[in-house]
């Protein structure tokens, strides 16, 4: 088969949460580019209006899907909607996620909660809807969580405490591992991104205080740009990472390494 056969996505839907803007919509963008139909999931349905309308000029077709997916009920009537509209689902990416920032020793029970629940939780939920109600009656599908390098390694201590978001994602980084064992062998691949320190709404606060120090900390000399996503979902969601499952790749410039 050629190359161009293995990353072509025409005629499978992808479900990306977190997508009005910043990593789901650039994951959104590539998966679009090779052909995928695109279901795009958010809080705000203005929010992603703008990301469609941004898709549509790229010639990419994608249609919003609000949810608040820490809401009660909110993954099975997520995979229903997606389902009547498009008739499967055979992509999903997770990139839907929360963050809070405060000293471990006085972490706030809310913010605990509200992170693990979205970050880990709700994450759970829809991959579980998912498999049981496509991937798994299909016997293909590719799951795409987003983790993160704090997943992977310790909190620097000059920067704001982040020990939720921390732990959240190390659970992501696990529960990748436990489902690609578990579902690998009906059909279902199961692989992670950990993305370094990459411009976005939820980074803003420390990279306006110390992107330049994590620039310089990092082998590539940069954060993570526009581009620097795609390659990597295309791959764990296409024909051409068909025998990589259960992995995590970290896209960081080289930051883990050191």
Known sequence: MSLTR???????????TGASRGLGLQIAEALGEYGAKLALVARKATD??????????????????????GAPGAAEALVTAVRETYGRIDILVNNAGATWGAPAETYPEDGWDKVIHLNVTALFRLTQAVGRDCFLPQGKGAVINIASIEGLMGHHWSRPGTIAYNASKGAVVNITRALAAEWGPRGVRVNAIAPGYFPSKMTYAVLDAHGDTLAGQTPLGKLGGEEDMKGAALLFASDAGGHITGQILAVDGGFTII
Not at 8 to 13: A, C, E, I, P, T
């Open 48 to 69: 992603l209006d703008g990301a469609v309308a941004r898709l549509a000029a790229l010639g990419v077709e994608a249609l919003p899907f609000p949810a608040d997916l």
């Open 6 to 16: 293995l990353f072509d996505l025409s005629g499978r839907v992808a479900v990306v």
